[in-house]
């Protein structure tokens, strides 16, 4: 699992700029003032992906084409070797033995206050967009966002095309946002689009 966090500051007349007048802002009387809006908070939790497989860590291809400088923390492993368990951990800022979330059963709530209720606190819209069934209500990681977004296409590559398609869409009318991003793509087998067949290797398309 790789967690990407990124921050983008607003300008100061965001306001005039992406803000339909129509809509009520989330943000509370601390925030009234567009100049003091807090950034916008992306996490991408990447299922499965190995370190070994992108830049930062010496492979030969651009896999992670995102935008230049980094601050690397290393040192650091996943609490658990699946998804519900891992998020669980991400989310609430507990071990496992200290959240509780073990299995796939419909009695799992994160103690509070997690990491999405913070970000409430604080005046943020929250969004979660996921290609992994676990983030179904049912297992309790998606209690404290304000909107959810499943998208469990079993593995296939326009997944994260998708996901970033539709996780995106009216965020300009929530400042500031919080928004986490779970792609599935390399978790499994799963069959690439024809013109994206080879994209990382120097064999040709192949035919259906």
Not at 15 to 38: G, K, L, M, Y
Not at 49 to 57: F, Q, S
Not at 153 to 164: I, V
Not at 170 to 186: E, N, T, V
Request: aromatic fraction near 8%.
């Amino acid at each position: 699992m790789l967690l990407l966090l990124a921050c983008h500051s607003l300008p100061s007349n965001v306001d005039a700029q992406h803000s339909d007048s129509s809509t009520p802002s989330n943000v509370d009387a601390q925030h009234s003032d567009s100049s003091t809006i807090p950034p916008n908070i992306l996490l991408i939790e990447v299922d499965a992906l190995r370190k070994d497989h992108i830049p930062l860590y010496g492979y030969d291809r651009n896999t992670l084409p995102l935008s230049q400088p980094w601050l690397v923390i290393d040192g650091y492993s996943s609490n658990s070797s699946w998804t519900l368990v891992s998020v669980a951990s991400v989310l609430s800022g507990l071990e496992p033995h200290h959240h509780h979330v073990l299995e796939t059963n419909l009695s799992n709530t994160l103690p509070e206050p997690t990491l999405v209720a913070q970000f409430h606190q604080a005046g943020y819209f929250t969004r979660l967009a996921s290609g992994n069934n676990f983030f179904e209500r049912e297992f309790g990681l998606q209690n404290d966002f304000d909107e959810v977004i499943i998208k469990n296409e079993r593995f296939q590559q326009s997944n994260l095309g998708a996901l970033l398609h539709d996780s995106l869409k009216d965020l300009s009318a929530h400042q500031p946002f919080f928004l986490m991003l779970q792609p599935m793509d390399p978790h499994g087998s799963y069959s690439p689009e024809l013109e994206d067949q080879g994209l990382w290797t120097l064999q040709p398309p192949i035919s259906p």
